[in-house]
């Protein structure tokens, strides 16, 4: 990892009380951005329970999240009808955002001075289809400077267990931008890495890096190094905190939240 970047672990949780347990990034702390990562001590609890927990008087903003690359703004959130989507942006002061994940990636955005924030429920198909760039976007067109933009990255499976077949891999090749200033071709060695499980099929699987890619996708956006956070904790192998699709088949979630 580079120097200039920063990194959250199990020292950067919070523990208000045994069912209410998550983590912070260094870098949203040391901006004063109200947010977290949940556990799965707290995937059962009403959200509304867990906001007046917060101390929060927002309004929350939650998304029937489809894998898609679709961002709205908080204000889209407040009808009657939930909306499909898998990122929300906010120039609201009065909004918590929320996104539900398991090995999925939670990411956070912020900007510094503006202190308008976002979130995205960000996976392989998120990544193909640049949500990142999506919600980015949506801050350069609100004045963000890139220099002010923040970002963490939660906890999410790791590459050592996000394993895909041949055919999952030749599509995902398919996405890998070709022209940009920093070629993520070149970078796809650290990506990828064949792996042979020991089956009956002995079957030839490659091994994942989402959180690298995401990493490489957010300096194509122009965000510095020094402003991006990525958490080390990995969902399929911290089954004491974490649910996760891929090691139990749950359709069990954890919250992230994050409000300005």
């Not at 499909?84 to 539900?100: C, M, P, R, V």
């Not at 994940?101 to 001075?113: E, R």
Request: proline letters at 3%; hydrophobic letters at 30%; a positive charge.
């Amino acid at each position: 990892m580079d120097d200039n970047q920063q990194k959250f672990q199990e020292k950067d949780l919070k523990i208000k009380d045994k069912s209410f347990k998550y983590f912070l990034s260094p870098i949203f702390v040391e901006n004063n951005f109200k947010h977290g990562f949940f556990t799965k001590t707290s995937s059962e609890t009403n959200l509304s329970v867990l906001s007046k927990q917060l101390n929060e008087n927002n309004k929350d903003c939650i998304l029937n999240q489809i894998h898609s690359n679709q961002i709205v703004f908080g204000s889209e959130t407040q009808g009657s009808e939930i909306e499909e989507a898998d990122g929300i942006f906010s120039d609201k002061h009065n909004q918590t955002l929320w996104i539900y994940t398991a090995d999925c990636m939670p990411i956070l955005f912020a900007d510094k001075s503006k202190r308008q924030v976002g979130a995205i429920h960000c996976g392989r198909k998120g990544l193909e289809n640049k949500i990142i760039k999506n919600i980015i976007d949506k801050f350069y067109n609100n004045g963000c400077s890139n220099e002010d933009l923040i970002v963490a990255i939660g906890p999410s499976i790791s590459k050592k267990y996000y394993l895909v077949d041949n055919k999952t891999l030749e599509n995902f090749y398919r996405y890998v931008p070709h022209n940009e200033s920093i070629s993520l071709i070149d970078n796809l060695p650290t990506l990828f890495k064949l792996k042979k499980l020991v089956n009956n099929k002995n079957k030839v699987l490659n091994a994942l890096d989402l959180k690298k890619y995401a990493h490489l996708q957010l300096i194509n956006e122009k965000i510095p190094k020094k402003n991006i956070d990525i958490s080390d904790l990995c969902t399929y192998e911290s089954n004491y905190d974490f649910h996760s699709w891929r090691r139990s088949k749950t359709y069990s979630r954890q919250w992230s939240f994050i409000s300005p």
